[in-house]
């Protein structure tokens, strides 16, 4: 079974006033840390949905990554997630969608997910019984997230299917990065990657 990830990162940082992506955390921006986690689960991929003309596509991204250019990036997270699932080869039986604003998911978290993957589950961890991200999405549900628009994500296709919460132990699965104020928690944490 081979199991890819997708990283999502071509959102308009509304609440955040700036390129959050590129902020720095740790020595570095904050969507490396995303992406080195990744690297670091070897599983296939990264595809990494970016904004056209974004500064995101100056970054080295590890060797295999596919850019995927969302041109109705404004339209939400829905589009983003969209266009980067119509660039899943057909190869992979389920894709795990990351969020490059998510620095401190661990890649073991990763791992797990891609553990309990299968084309037809939809896998989301848990950490303390609350559920995060990032997903796995099997296959099957490929054809539902292609044709997704709006600002809610995964979500409208949550509705319709059975979710398996995997607990992970992992509190990264609940930390985002969308103002300054969580920023400047990130920074202040004990364990910036």
């Given amino acids: 079974m081979i199991v890819g990830t997708i990283l999502l990162a071509a959102g308009s940082a509304r609440r955040m006033g700036e390129d959050k992506l590129l902020a720095d955390l740790g020595g570095k921006p904050v969507i490396m840390h995303a992406l080195e986690t990744i690297g670091q689960s070897g599983l296939a991929g990264p595809i990494v949905a970016v904004r ?33 699932i119509r660039e899943v080869p057909l190869s992979w039986d389920a894709a795990i969608v990351c ?27 848990s950490f303390g019984g609350r559920p995060g991200n990032p997903v796995s999405w099997g296959r099957s549900h490929f054809v539902s997230l292609a044709a997704l628009v709006g600002d809610q994500g995964g979500r409208a ?25 969580a920023l400047a928690a990130a920074r202040a944490r004990s364990e910036v990657p």
């Fill in 99 to 125: 969020l490059a604003d998510m620095p401190f998911v661990k890649p073991h978290t990763l791992l797990s997910l891609a553990e309990q993957s299968a084309a037809d589950k939809i896998v989301r961890p």
């Fill in 157 to 181: 296709v949550f509705e319709r299917y059975p979710v398996e919460l995997l607990e992970c132990g992992d509190p990264g699965v609940e930390i985002d990065i969308d103002t300054p104020e």
């Fill in 52 to 84: 056209p003309g974004s500064a995101l596509s100056s970054l080295s991204f590890p060797t295999g990554a596919l850019l995927a250019v969302v041109q109705d990036h404004a339209g939400g997270m829905g589009h983003s997630l969209a266009a980067a």
